[in-house]
């Protein structure tokens, strides 16, 4: 076994909080002799320091609420809702009440036939659909409509995922440009806000693995178009580090091709 | 990490089929049972008490409308932690919105984006801030291994059973999630790598 491979079994246990007094020493020792992993250790500590901290201010907000009158409070609410939702939900209760809220039955039934009468006369009067030539209308089943829906979502999703990898491509590929602006910020703000209209397409459309992706680049879009233009490089080199480390333009470019076989 | 541990006296299954029967005191037993877990999920995204309390209040709401759907024998506490990730995702989402909403009253560090110069308190505030950004970016699987690890302190076997995984699965995700959140917090760290 090479001292690497020792390393990354220690560094696993360390991070799962099981490295014995041993494997502490062995990881130390290593990371003296050793820049790379001595800075991986570090990034480690980092994290579960930072873990740490977030922890205690959690726990101080947990022990702020009253747990006991919470649940009390969302069970009456979630109860007293759906209380109200059942008695909406029941004409039939309502017709009771109509019956019997004091009318006496003449004047229900004289009401009733108003009703009825009412309806006869709709049915009778009403007029077959015709055109504007007399012709019938044809209507769309719900079928047809949810199919069209489909593919409107599906084209809609393929032209963002469009824009966006062109969007991201240039980001990544000019990175070492001086004097250009890192990040077209206009262009991402578009994309966000089409990004919120695409929305609800992507989730009735069920197209989970589309939505994945576009999600991921919601969020990217989110950061760059915040970014100040005097950025530090470090700052860019993370987010451009982001966009590869997550091969986005990989999946995005599978998405696309998955979406274009649909289409 | 001051939370409810003890297993819920009555079987879970046995609790969804009251609720569906319309029992309240059996849906208020899986709200005092399982609120404190949904809190720390949320405010681990959020990093918010209100805002936590909000997704805490809403998922219990879908909880109650979705109750049909659930099914016994499937690990509860992994469904209900699934429709809260949701709602607290949602509830992100809505909260940047807002921010693009009022970013010309907002100055940069509110905007939440850290810089080498901030002063070391504001900088200590940036960095949960960020670590929660970054938490609310893993992968849904790593996420909740991630949040009851550290922030409800469980064993990994306890997790493995809370979240219906093999003990082994539990700790590769856990170890998945520290190394992603090690990449993106790298700049923030102050470690040259």
New interface residues.
Partial sequence: MNAKHTFDEDL?AY??GEADEKIRLRLEEHARGCA?CR??L???R???S??????E???A?????D??A???G??E???R??TARQTAARPAAAWGRFLGLGLKPVFAGLALGLVVGALAMYVALRRPPVGQAGRPVFQASPEFLAQVELALARRETLDYLEKSQILLQDFVRDGSDVGRPPFEKAVARDLLTRK?YLNPQLETARMTKAKAICDQIE?LF?ELA???DDL?P??L??LR??VE?RQLLLKISLVKKELESEV | ???ERQPVAEPVAALVDRVRAGD?DA??TI??TY??KV??MA??ML?N?ED??DV??ET??RL?QKIETYRPGSGFQAWLLQIARRLAIDYYRKH??DDRAH?SNLS?ED???A??SNPAAER?AD??QV??REVG?LAERQQRVFVLR??E?LQ?HEIAEALDISVGTA?SL??KA?QN???????Y?????
């Fill in positions: 696993a991070i799962a790379r800075a991986e570090e990034a480690v980092g994290v579960l930072m873990t740490s901290a977030a922890r201010e959690l726990r907000a947990v022990e702020s609420v747990w006991e919470t649940a009390e969302i069970t609410q979630v109860f809702a759906g919120n969020f989110l915040r970014l100040d530090p470090a700052e080199e993370r580090r982001v480390d | 990490m001051a939370d309240r849906f208020l709200v005092q609120q404190q809190f720390m405010y681990a990093r008490r936590a309390l805490v209040q219990f709401f109650h940047l919105k970013a940069l905007a939440r984006v810089t080498e200590a960095l949960r670590l929660s970016r550290h922030y302190e990994f700790k856990h170890f520290v959140l090690k990449k993106w917090l790298t700049p760290l102050g470690v040259t790598t």
